[in-house]
């Protein structure tokens, strides 16, 4: 692949596998939720590519949604894990809804625990978890994911929402970032 910028170091998935694997997950959802009407919640910024493409490749009526939040991935030593707080909220309630939390990565687990106790206090119908990208292997907590497009292991990635300081979000395939450039202060909030 050409035009890749500088401190990539390799492809993990290109841009034809990415969209080839969430057209199957978008099929399996449809297949589930099928007869009633779903609510995608975006987590801000880093799910919003993943997002879109699957919400265009849903087949059921759906609604969409986003919050934001700050978070502390610990990815980096000495970096405070499993700090989150909402910084946006969602727009709406999510009361009797069903509902499909979509996030860029499971890493450790910890925002999408948060994310998961503080929507299931708001009385959803249901509440599933679905991510592009899960890292098993660095799980401290254990969250129920329902659709994943990807397990990936323990290097750091960029591309398809993903980003190192904010940038590499817009690339179309998911990339392993040259780890001699990784800065450990920067792996932290959105
Ligand atoms: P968790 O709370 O440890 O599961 O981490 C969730 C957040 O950490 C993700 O939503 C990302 O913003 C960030 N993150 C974790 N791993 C990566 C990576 O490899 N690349 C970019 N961001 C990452
Ligand atoms: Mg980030």
Same mark, same amino acid.
């Given at each position: 692949?050409?035009?890749?910028?500088?401190?990539?170091?390799?492809?993990?998935?290109?841009?034809?596998?990415?969209?080839?694997?969430?057209?199957?997950?978008?099929?399996?959802?449809?297949?589930?939720?099928?007869?009633?009407?779903?609510?995608?919640?975006?987590?801000?910024?880093?799910?919003?590519?993943?997002?879109?493409?699957?919400?265009?490749?849903?087949?059921?009526?759906?609604?969409?949604?986003?919050?934001?939040?700050?978070?502390?991935?610990?990815?980096?030593?000495?970096?405070?894990?499993?700090?989150?707080?909402?910084?946006?909220?969602?727009?709406?309630?999510? *009361?009797?809804? @069903?509902?499909?939390? $979509?996030?860029?990565?499971? %890493?450790?687990?910890?925002?999408? &625990?948060? +994310?998961?106790?503080?929507?299931?206090?708001?009385?959803?119908?249901?509440?599933?978890?679905?991510?592009?990208?899960?890292?098993?292997?660095?799980?401290?907590?254990?969250?129920?994911?329902?659709?994943?497009?990807? *397990?990936?292991? @323990?290097?750091?990635? $960029?591309?398809?929402?993903? %980003?190192?300081?904010?940038?590499? &979000?817009? +690339?179309?395939?998911?990339?392993?970032?040259?780890?001699?450039?990784?800065?450990?202060?920067?792996?932290?909030?959105?």
């Amino acid at each position: 692949m050409t035009n890749l910028p500088e401190p990539i170091e390799r492809v993990l998935y290109t841009e034809e596998q990415v969209s080839t694997r969430i057209q199957e997950i978008a099929a399996e959802i449809s297949a589930r939720y099928a007869g009633r009407h779903l609510k995608l919640i975006g987590v801000l910024k880093g799910s919003v590519f993943f997002l879109t493409a699957l919400a265009r490749a849903i087949t059921i009526p759906l609604k969409i949604d986003f919050l934001a939040i700050s978070s502390f991935n610990g990815h980096a030593q000495g970096s405070t894990a499993g700090m989150v707080r909402i910084a946006k909220d969602l727009d709406d309630a999510i *009361e009797d809804e @069903d509902i499909l939390l $979509v996030e860029d990565i499971v %890493d450790t687990g910890f925002t999408t &625990r948060y +994310l998961l106790q503080t929507l299931a206090g708001r009385g959803p119908r249901s509440l599933g978890i679905c991510t592009l990208l899960d890292r098993t292997s660095r799980r401290i907590v254990q969250v129920p994911v329902d659709f994943r497009c990807f *397990e990936i292991g @323990d290097r750091f990635v $960029v591309g398809c929402g993903l %980003d190192y300081k904010q940038l590499y &979000r817009n +690339l179309g395939c998911v990339a392993v970032l040259d780890p001699r450039v990784l800065d450990p202060a920067a792996l932290e909030p959105e």
